[in-house]
């Protein structure tokens, strides 16, 4: 893929949440690869900072309710979880989804 093409994905939950936030369906929309800078970022420091912390570390500037939509949806997809203490930890396991995806099914 060039790396000048931008790819946007549609996520559901982000579709929801924002147009309760701001009305506009497409207003917050990101990029693949905010996506995936936004997940690398957290799986890099997991376990370490809150959302507001991993936020500033990121590459790039990212709007905040941007940031946001794009937690929502790796928490949906179980890719993050977010401690009581407000702490961001990547629980996503690839050998463990290899694993399940070999299981036979009954």
Known sequence: MPKNRK???SIDISSIMETRITG?????SPTL??????ERTIEKYSGEFNRTE???KLP????????????????SINKIAI?????L???WS?????KFAKGKRH
């Open 60 to 75: 790039k500037k990212v709007m905040w309710q941007t940031y946001l939509i794009i937690l929502d949806y790796l928490q």
């Open 54 to 56: 991993i936020w500033k």
């Open 24 to 28: 506009n369906l497409f207003a917050r």
């Open 89 to 91: 930890v990547y629980i």
């Open 83 to 87: 401690s009581k203490e407000g702490i």
């Open 33 to 38: 690869e905010t996506v995936l800078m936004v």
């Open 7 to 9: 790819v946007y994905i």
């Open 94 to 98: 690839p050998e463990v989804a290899k």
